[in-house]
């Protein structure tokens, strides 16, 4: 269930509007870090793992704060997204934890937020 629920939330997060012309696109690498922002932030809480998911979520907060979910995804982002969800949800803990590592990474080094 909660999975269905984090890819719902994906889902709205990045579904913008393709008609706005003044909309920006949303880079694939962005995409993704955004996605493991919000579905790391729900499995650390699931794993009690408290450091690990403030820093996620205000990263990801921050980011939705920053205009993201104005933006436009292509195609191909979008379908990456689905790729990466998938290998997620295929992934057992031990997996899920390393994919975890990678957002704290990007949580760390994006510059989305400052790029603003």
Same mark, same amino acid.
């Given at each position: 269930?909660? !999975?269905?629920?984090?890819a &719902?939330?994906? #889902?709205?997060?990045?579904?913008?509007t393709?008609? /706005?012309e003044?909309?920006?696109? %949303?880079? !694939?690498?962005?995409?993704? &870090?955004?996605? #493991?922002?919000?579905?790391c932030?729900?499995?650390? /809480?699931?794993?009690?793992?408290? %450091?690990?998911?403030?820093?996620?979520?205000?990263?990801?907060?921050?980011?939705?704060?920053?205009?993201?979910?104005?933006?436009?995804?292509?195609?191909?982002t979008s379908?990456?997204?689905d790729?990466?969800?998938?290998?997620?949800?295929?992934?057992?803990?031990e997996?899920q934890?390393?994919?975890?590592?990678?957002?704290?990474?990007?949580?760390?080094?994006?510059?989305?937020?400052?790029?603003?």
């Amino acid at each position: 269930m909660k !999975k269905v629920l984090i890819a &719902g939330l994906v #889902s709205c997060l990045f579904a913008g509007t393709a008609s /706005a012309e003044s909309a920006k696109n %949303l880079d !694939k690498d962005t995409a993704l &870090g955004m996605a #493991s922002l919000m579905i790391c932030t729900t499995f650390y /809480a699931e794993q009690d793992m408290h %450091l690990e998911g403030n820093i996620v979520g205000q990263s990801m907060m921050a980011h939705k704060n920053s205009g993201i979910e104005e933006m436009v995804m292509s195609k191909e982002t979008s379908e990456a997204l689905d790729d990466y969800m998938s290998i997620f949800n295929a992934a057992n803990k031990e997996q899920q934890v390393k994919l975890c590592d990678d957002a704290i990474k990007f949580a760390r080094e994006s510059d989305f937020v400052e790029a603003e």
